[in-house]
């Protein structure tokens, strides 16, 4: 979902739109994407701005262009866009939730203990 009032710039959230849809599996290989007028329509934005976040990904190699008729997954690009997610993951989130961690005492122990008691969607109070 676009976010408009985000710090995060409009055409990187469409980009993570289509990465989200192609890491669950509602984009597959050589599905087409949606057009730039579709993101233009459906979340009221300039489609330039759409077509920027799409072509990031194209620039990725987790896109490609078929000439008039639109952008289409790459092959690969789910295993393409998990690394990268990962990555980002290990780089910039994990750092932040390891401060938390040290700031509000929670042991390592605590912390293993909670994620394997974990079950989505429900509470763990």
Not at 30 to 43: G, I
Not at 70 to 75: A, D, E, H, L, P
Not at 102 to 123: C, Q, T
């Amino acid at each position: 979902m676009l976010d408009l009032n985000s710090d995060k710039s409009i055409y990187v959230q469409i980009a993570e739109i289509i990465e989200d849809d192609i890491l669950l599996e509602n984009l597959k290989e050589d599905d087409q994407a949606p057009s730039t007028n579709e993101f233009a329509k459906v979340y009221s934005i300039n489609p330039a701005t759409a077509r920027k976040g799409l072509n990031i990904l194209v620039d990725e190699d987790i896109l490609y262009k078929k000439r008039g008729l639109g952008m289409f997954v790459s092959k690969g690009a789910r295993e393409k866009v998990l690394q990268k997610r990962q990555e980002e993951f290990y780089t910039n989130v994990l750092p932040e939730i390891m401060r938390e961690l040290r700031i509000l005492e929670i042991s390592k122990g605590d912390i293993i203990n909670y994620i394997a008691d974990y079950k989505e969607g429900e509470s763990l109070d």
